[in-house]
Nanobody
Framework: QVQLVDSGGGLVQAGGSLRLSCAAS????????MGWFRQAPGKERDFVAA????????YYADSVKGRFTISRDNVQNIVYLQMNSLKPDDTADYYC????????????????WGQGTQVTVSS
């Protein structure tokens, strides 16, 4: 089992940057594929990015490709989401998630979730 704590959200102007962090407890962090999702008010939770257990593979939603970067530190048990060139449409609650055996975009395939961190991008 793994527990996830999301942090790093805040208010930023359009064009700015934020780095989200997701700290994981437990000794088995490196056994999980990790993902970031986001949910805007009144909308469904959408996939943002995923990273494989080793960090060797990453995958991004088209809407963030080229602007966001997912990475992980398997020693510190942290996964990051570096967000650059932020747009007002990026405003949402952001959640990290862990999957034991799944690597992909489907939220219902992830086993554990962080509590979320709010990102607001002003125009």
């Amino acid at each position: 089992q793994v527990q996830l704590v999301d942090s790093g959200g805040g208010l930023v102007q359009a064009g700015g940057s934020l780095r989200l962090s997701c700290a994981a407890s437990g000794r088995t962090f490196s056994r999980y594929n990790m993902g970031w999702f986001r949910q805007a008010p009144g909308k469904e939770r959408d996939f943002v990015a995923a990273i494989s257990r080793s960090g060797g593979d990453t995958y991004y939603a088209d809407s963030v490709k080229g602007r966001f970067t997912i990475s992980r530190d398997n020693v510190q048990n942290i996964v990051y989401l570096q967000m650059n060139s932020l747009k007002p449409d990026d405003t949402a609650d952001y959640y990290c998630a862990a999957a034991r055996s799944y690597y992909g975009v489907a939220a219902n395939q992830y086993n554990y979730w962080g509590q979320g961190t709010q990102v607001t991008v002003s125009s």
